[in-house]
């Protein structure tokens, strides 16, 4: 009787050690086109070098309203950056994937033209197409979520 216990107790194990390992996160499940919370732009998510990066590749209304000409950064606090277009805008920087998250990052915000240190992650394992967002400055816990949709 031991044995049968021992055995069913072993294949118990087994079965949970490989349904984990079935949600397991892979660093490349992030990359694809993402949909923004606001819905008026989609953001690539790539890798370069082991690292993670993120740039604008489609706005809902790429032109400015007044002037008619493409929307640019002018909200960025260096003057230099202020003329460059935001379609192709670099907002996620340096991210390095660790076991469940893209952590040690930055997100750039040109709606407000400032910068956030931020991890990124998937709220539900089984659900590979809502990536959580977490922006702050200092510790996380000070901060903001936002959610991007991927883009099929």
Not at 104 to 114: A, E, N, R
Not at 120 to 134: A, G
Request: glycine residues 8%; hydrophobic residues 35%; aromatic residues 12%.
């Amino acid at each position: 009787m031991k044995k049968i216990s021992l055995l069913f107790v072993a294949f118990v194990g087994l079965f949970m050690l490989s349904s984990n390992q079935g949600l397991a996160q892979k660093a490349d499940d992030i990359l694809g086109v993402w949909l923004n919370a606001d819905k008026d732009a989609h953001i690539e998510i790539y890798q370069e070098d082991g690292k993670f990066f993120g740039k604008i590749v489609w706005m809902l209304n790429p032109n400015d309203p007044e002037t008619g000409k493409p929307k640019t950064d002018n909200l960025n606090p260096d003057e230099s950056l202020q003329s460059r277009p935001r379609m192709g805008l670099l907002l996620l920087k340096d991210f390095v994937f660790d076991d469940d998250e893209w952590d040690d990052g930055t997100i750039y915000d040109p709606k407000s033209g400032k910068t956030y240190s931020c991890y990124m992650e998937f709220e539900n394992l089984k659900d590979l197409n809502k990536l959580k967002i977490r922006g702050y400055i200092g510790v996380s816990l000070i901060g903001k979520t936002t959610y991007w949709t991927r883009v099929q």
